[in-house]
């Protein structure tokens, strides 16, 4: 399970797409996930897989803060117990599970931690301006054809920007490029990195951060304004990626505009998808496969972290004999 994306917090989805009365199917690194909201109206997570006859959860419905499977009528409740069995009410619930995921709901952002069998051992952070009263959290999903990797390094790469956004937000970069020289400062973070740049000593606006493994934070706020690009690149499976699209700001908060920032951060998100799609091989390989400079730094630094941390990693490999017994017979 999670292949290769292992024992991490990632963002699945926005709070507002997780409505109270139905589930939300997701794959998250290969693995079937779905999201539906109990009682109390958490966000929770369960493999997407009934224990009964393996039947995706996510076609069913939330009953009762339960989600109840399509097939046979199984409830499961957020933690993965067997509610209520249909037509057998003496069966022995206590001996019937699926399979629950650790999950949080920050700053309008789902969360899931790869691993169902052990605990997480950090908690998610997100940007504290994203929790001030007022700040408006919006976005919308795209996929890739591409390695979450490669989608990941491209969101920390700064030397594109006038080359690959020479009409967008790369527009004022286009002139110096070639002859100006470009220094980016890195510095560790909790939660990543935290990188700016200065074109010819001079330090340029914004600041672009990772927050590990998968998000890449663009701050574009200017005075008193608060606005905040947050790009999550979500691994569906080994050759594509869900690029969850996000914008926090504490200005125009109606949720009426929200198509306006959607249509913006789609528009510039287009123009990287074809660049990055075309990248050989699909997965990022090791540094010394491809020639690198001096403002790649961003990058190698995500890249060597990848391979010490995630690369191989995966949950449930050596699940313990309890968890892989056959449920009994009723």
């Known amino acids: 399970m999670f292949e290769g994306f292992a024992r991490v917090w990632s963002v699945v989805g ?57 097939f046979h009528g199984w409830k499961l409740d957020g933690e993965g117990h067997v509610c209520n069995v249909p037509w057998n009410p003496d069966a022995k619930l206590s001996t019937l599970r699926g399979q629950s995921l650790p999950t949080r709901e920050i700053a309008g952002q789902i969360w899931v931690y790869t691993d169902p069998f052990e605990a997480p051992t950090y908690e998610p952070t997100v940007d504290e301006r994203l929790l001030a009263p007022g700040v408006r959290v919006s976005g919308l999903s795209i996929v890739w054809e591409t390695h979450w990797t490669r989608a990941m390094e491209n969101m920390l790469d700064w030397p594109h920007l006038p080359y690959v956004h020479r009409s967008t937000i790369g527009r004022g970069m286009r002139d110096a490029s070639a002859k100006a020289r470009m220094d980016i400062t890195c510095e560790d973070r909790p939660w990543g990195f935290h990188t700016k740049i200065a074109i010819d000593g001079a330090e340029q606006p914004g600041s672009l951060d990772l927050r590990w493994p998968n998000q890449m934070n663009l701050d574009l706020s200017n005075g008193g304004r608060f606005m905040l690009m947050f790009v999550s690149c979500i691994p569906i499976d080994a050759k594509r990626t869900r690029m969850l699209l996000a914008m926090g700001r504490n200005f125009l908060t109606s949720p009426w505009l929200d198509w306006a920032f959607n249509w913006s951060n789609t528009k510039i998100a287009s123009e990287d998808k074809l660049v990055v799609e075309s990248s050989f091989p699909t997965e990022i390989p090791s540094a010394s496969d491809e020639q690198s400079v001096r403002t790649d730094k961003p990058t190698l630094l995500f890249r060597k972290r990848y391979f010490a941390e995630l690369a191989r990693s995966s949950a449930g490999a050596a699940e313990p004999s309890e968890r892989r017994r056959a449920l009994p017979i009723v």
């Open 14 to 70: 926005l709070s507002e797409e997780l409505s109270r009365n139905n589930p939300l199917g997701v794959e998250l690194a290969g693995t079937p996930i779905v999201l539906f909201r109990d009682n109390e109206g958490h966000a929770r997570a369960l493999v997407d897989r009934c224990p009964h006859r393996g039947v995706k959860l996510s076609l069913g419905k939330v009953v009762d803060g339960c989600v109840e499977c399509p």
